[in-house]
């Protein structure tokens, strides 16, 4: 009996040790690119971060320039909140959740803290680049889940959550800090414009090459090109001739068709066959990586031909 008892007494024990552990649980400083690079080595971890946050439409995921996009690691609020990020397939961007959020048969709490309330702030609507998204700057602490790797013919990654099963997770426990978004020449956005095929024809073809825009900022600064610190539309036309593969002279009758906050978007039309459209912006992220972070350059970020031609990688449904 009295055995009985102390096997009773001692297995009370563990479980009040276990749970013990479980809250004072300090989390490990991780960077995205580790994340990314070994998934299954962070797996259940509670993990702390320190990076870009993008949030749009089909995205809320942590980015970070130095390393490769793909695969990514998707956020969700922990605890009762929802982020509202709409993504296909059966979400609905809802705002709160009847429970707190368990994953893999974890519970997932959240602190609602000041930081927390001013980091949903900035990354939800209205964006201050339109229906463009924003990027937050922010220390994220939360339990990391791998998922599971997904073969492919050419590729193997880890994945199974967010849109389209993309990604591996990072549930969100607590905001540590978040960046103020206090510049008015930057573009806060977390997505570039798009054409609008029902006006520029059958479809269009994306130019601009995957460039680093990291490397691009340090050359300008290098070569002293003050232009393309000071001259968007310059910055446009140069990137058409070099997409249209003639001179820069020969680009006349740039028209702007958009200027938000650090962006410009333009559009020139040398055909009645063809329009080439130009997004040139200043990426709030960038000046993270500039030798003066008051100083950032022009830069495209997205460039699209509009044709008729079967080549299109967008195409208009007739």
Not at 189 to 213: E, H, M, V, W
């Given at each position: 009996?009295?055995?009985?008892?102390?096997?009773?007494?001692?297995?009370?024990?563990?479980?009040?040790?276990?749970?013990?552990?479980?809250?004072?649980?300090?989390?490990?400083?991780?960077?995205?690119?580790?994340?990314?690079?070994?998934?299954?080595?962070?797996?259940?971890?509670?993990?702390?971060?320190?990076?870009?946050?993008?949030?749009?439409?089909?995205?809320?995921?942590?980015?970070?320039?130095?390393?490769?996009?793909?695969?990514?690691?998707?956020?969700?609020?922990?605890?009762?909140?929802?982020?509202?990020?709409?993504?296909?397939?059966?979400?609905?961007?809802?705002?709160?959740?009847?429970?707190?959020?368990?994953?893999?048969?974890?519970?997932?709490?959240?602190?609602?803290?000041d930081q927390f309330r001013e980091f949903d702030r900035v990354?939800?609507?209205?964006?201050?680049?339109?229906?463009?998204?924003?990027?937050?700057?922010?220390?994220?602490?939360?339990?990391?889940?791998?998922?599971?790797?997904?073969?492919?013919?050419?590729?193997?990654?880890?994945?199974?959550?967010?849109?389209?099963?993309?990604?591996?997770?990072?549930?969100?426990?607590?905001?540590?800090?978040?960046?103020?978004?206090?510049?008015?020449?930057?573009?806060?956005?977390?997505?570039?414009?798009?054409?609008?095929?029902?006006?520029?024809?059958?479809?269009?073809?994306?130019?601009?090459?995957?460039?680093?825009?990291?490397?691009?900022q340090q050359e300008a600064e290098l070569r002293h090109h003050?232009?393309?610190?000071?001259?968007?539309?310059?910055?446009?036309?140069?990137?058409?001739?070099?997409?249209?593969?003639?001179?820069?002279?020969?680009?006349?009758?740039?028209?702007?068709?958009?200027?938000?906050?650090?962006?410009?978007?333009?559009?020139?039309?040398?055909?009645?066959?063809?329009?080439?459209?130009?997004?040139?912006?200043?990426?709030?992220?960038?000046?993270?990586?500039?030798?003066?972070?008051?100083?950032?350059?022009?830069?495209?970020?997205?460039?699209?031909?509009?044709?008729?031609?079967?080549?299109?990688?967008?195409?208009?449904?007739?």
């Open positions: 009996m009295k055995r009985s008892g102390f096997v009773v007494g001692m297995f009370a024990f563990v479980l009040w040790a276990v749970a013990l552990s479980f809250c004072e649980e300090q989390p490990e400083s991780v960077t995205v690119c580790q994340l990314k690079s070994d998934p299954a080595a962070y797996n259940h971890k509670l993990v702390e971060v320190t990076a870009f946050v993008s949030h749009a439409f089909e995205d809320f995921s942590l980015f970070d320039p130095t390393c490769s996009s793909w695969p990514s690691v998707w956020l969700e609020y922990g605890g009762k909140a929802k982020s509202g990020t709409m993504y296909c397939c059966g979400v609905t961007p809802d705002r709160h959740r009847p429970k707190e959020l368990v994953v893999e048969q974890m519970p997932i709490p959240l602190t609602d803290n990354i939800q609507p209205p964006f201050r680049s339109g229906r463009y998204g924003a990027i937050a700057h922010a220390t994220v602490v939360g339990r990391f889940f791998a998922g599971r790797q997904l073969h492919y013919p050419k590729a193997t990654f880890w994945g199974g959550f967010g849109h389209m099963g993309c990604c591996s997770l990072l549930a969100i426990q607590e905001i540590k800090s978040v960046s103020p978004q206090d510049r008015e020449d930057l573009d806060y956005g977390a997505s570039a414009d798009q054409p609008d095929i029902d006006k520029t024809g059958c479809g269009y073809r994306d130019l601009a090459p995957a460039n680093d825009l990291i490397q691009a003050d232009w393309v610190f000071d001259d968007p539309r310059r910055v446009a036309s140069d990137a058409m001739a070099r997409f249209a593969k003639i001179e820069e002279s020969s680009i006349t009758g740039i028209k702007e068709t958009r200027n938000a906050q650090g962006r410009v978007v333009y559009e020139w039309r040398p055909s009645q066959a063809e329009t080439y459209m130009v997004v040139v912006s200043r990426p709030y992220w960038l000046s993270s990586y500039s030798r003066d972070p008051m100083r950032v350059a022009w830069m495209v970020v997205a460039a699209y031909v509009s044709t008729c031609d079967k080549n299109n990688s967008v195409t208009r449904i007739k």
